[in-house]
């Protein structure tokens, strides 16, 4: 295919079903106006592992590596909005609990199994809802989200486009 970038922007997440991307979308509500920049509906998920721009000959090799990964399945409470002053975001995430932060270590050993280049940074499960958000919002309380895992998937991050589920992976112990 002529034109074919050489690179691939990737990362592993949490890809929501549209009536969990529904409930997401009603707490972001919550919040409205906290920025111009509001994420759109169809790219809403929760990163795992951030992978950035991988050689595009790679993307079977990381697709066979995360073959590898066995977790269980597991529950997330997305209870709380936050925000990051460095990215300048605002999000809704919850604590990391003992089968996520398992299944993000697998990620980031078969991706190191690989010698691939990506900037590891701890795990902060969250939901980026806006972007450029300049200082820190006043954030409403809000009615816990319980959103049960059942699988995670390698998305690409093409500009212009929505995201693009790549590969989706049951979990499974």
Known sequence: MSGESS??????????????????IKRRQLISGTSRR???D????????????QPADRLA??????????NAEFSWHLDRFGWFPG????????????PSRSLVRGLVSSMRSLDLRFDERAFVPHITLFRQVA????????PPLIWPIESFSLIESIPARP???????????
Request: charged letters at 20%; proline letters at 5%; glycine letters at 4%.
């Open 7 to 24: 690179t691939r922007r990737l990362f592993f997440a949490c890809w929501p079903d549209s009536a969990m991307r529904e409930e997401i």
């Open 38 to 40: 509001q994420v759109p």
């Open 42 to 53: 169809h790219n809403l998920h929760l990163t795992l592992l951030f992978l950035g721009n």
């Open 61 to 70: 090799d990381i697709c066979s590596a995360a073959d590898s990964i066995r």
């Open 87 to 98: 990215a300048r975001v605002a999000w809704l995430g919850g604590v990391a609990n003992k």
């Open 135 to 142: 200082r820190q919002p006043e954030f409403a309380a809000l």
């Open 163 to 173: 995201y693009q589920v790549l590969r989706t992976w049951p979990l499974k112990l």
